[in-house]
């Protein structure tokens, strides 16, 4: 008991290390109502927590979440910390924790890649 209990928190050290210093901003996210449990710190110096430029895309995206396709990624307008306009590249896969459903979702700024298109 006592070494799974040991592993377990080396696990639980391993990812959140691996989140919140991650240079790709992320957030692990309640699907049901949008609610950011956690955000790492490239999402803190970049997006704005409303990040949804048209908030009807979410819906989409949670859709795609939910999807059953290998590749889950889309392409959304986000909300940068100046209130400028960036286009995310965001990934996603699910999560269970507890029994609870989470979207853990990358997100890379491609706004400069499509303005050279």
């Not at 991650?22 to 704005?48: A, K």
């Not at 409303?50 to 795609?64: A, G, T």
């Not at 990934?91 to 997100?107: G, P, Q, R, V």
């Amino acid at each position: 008991m006592e070494a799974e209990l040991k592993g377990c928190r080396l696990s639980s050290e391993k990812f959140s290390k691996a989140f919140y210093s991650c240079p790709v901003m992320m957030t692990i996210t309640e699907p049901e109502t949008g609610r950011m449990l956690e955000v790492n710190d490239s999402f803190c110096t970049t997006l704005e927590l409303n990040l949804w430029v048209h908030p009807e895309k979410r819906d989409d995206f949670i859709k795609m979440t939910d999807s059953r396709e290998k590749s889950r990624s889309m392409e959304l307008e986000i909300r940068g910390k100046i209130g400028n306009i960036l286009v995310g590249l965001f990934f996603t896969e699910t999560l269970t924790l507890d029994n609870k459903k989470y979207i853990l979702s990358t997100i890379i700024d491609i706004a400069k890649q499509k303005e050279t298109d």
